[in-house]
């Protein structure tokens, strides 16, 4: 059974990066079906859920313009592992942080995510 | 973007109602919607599909429908685990977006 588990630090101070890592069991990405993407998304304490971005596992990327400028998600299929990392952080990236199989091809769907890590930007 | 509004954004019912949740796109997005359902402390889960279509595992009393510009969840009978947040979102492009959330209480 695909499991997906975020891994980070909890508290990052402003301006520095924020640095997350998923670690996939149960699946590979790289012998993944053609269809997956490994992606993330964020939810803001009490608000609504973000679409991150994503990668393939041949290293394609797709990123929210909103952070396009800030975001790199990054894969090491030999640990089976994907990461993000978002630059120059704001207390506006407090959030909860989900690592995310999207099923890319029609119909187009996130159907795994992880369980989910909670990253308080603060001094 | 693709801006999603979800309605109501609360919703007080009872076991056993049936009830139903609306979806509206910014702009025509075919059936690129899908439906997830969060509870307090945890991931949110896929329930529907392509607009209409039941995640597997997902019971029966759930169900979707829509295409276009407004879409609609409903839960045909209220169970207890069902109170909980719903979601939509559309795959129709780039950067994938989502509604605000409807949340679900006990009346």
């Known amino acids: 059974q695909l499991q997906l588990q975020e891994s980070g630090p909890g508290l990052v101070k402003p301006s520095e990066t924020l640095s997350l890592t998923c670690t996939v069991s149960g699946d590979s990405i790289s012998g993944s079906s053609s269809s997956f993407y490994w992606g993330w998304v964020r939810q803001a304490p009490g608000k609504g859920l973000e679409w991150i971005g994503n990668i393939y596992h041949s290293g394609s990327t797709d990123y929210n313009p909103s952070l396009k400028s800030r975001v790199t998600i990054s894969v090491d299929t030999s640990k089976n592992q994907f990461s993000l990392r978002l630059t120059s952080v704001t207390a506006a990236d407090t959030a909860v942080y989900y690592c995310v199989r999207r099923f890319g091809s029609w119909p187009d769907y996130f159907d795994h995510w992880g369980q989910g890590t909670l990253v308080i930007v603060s001094s | 973007d693709i801006e999603m509004t979800q309605s109501p954004s609360s919703l007080s019912a009872s076991v056993g109602d049936r009830v139903t949740i609306t979806c509206r796109a910014s702009?025509?997005?075919?059936?690129?919607l899908n439906w997830y359902q969060q509870k307090p402390g945890k991931a949110p889960k896929l329930l529907i599909y392509a607009a209409s279509s039941l995640q597997s595992g997902v019971p029966s009393r759930f169900s979707g429908s829509g295409s276009g510009t407004l879409f609609t969840l409903t839960i045909s009978s209220l169970q207890p685990e069902d109170f909980a947040t719903y979601f939509c979102q559309q795959s129709y492009s780039n950067p994938l977006t989502f509604g605000g959330g409807t949340k679900m209480e006990i009346k």
């Open positions: 702009q025509s997005i075919s059936t690129y």
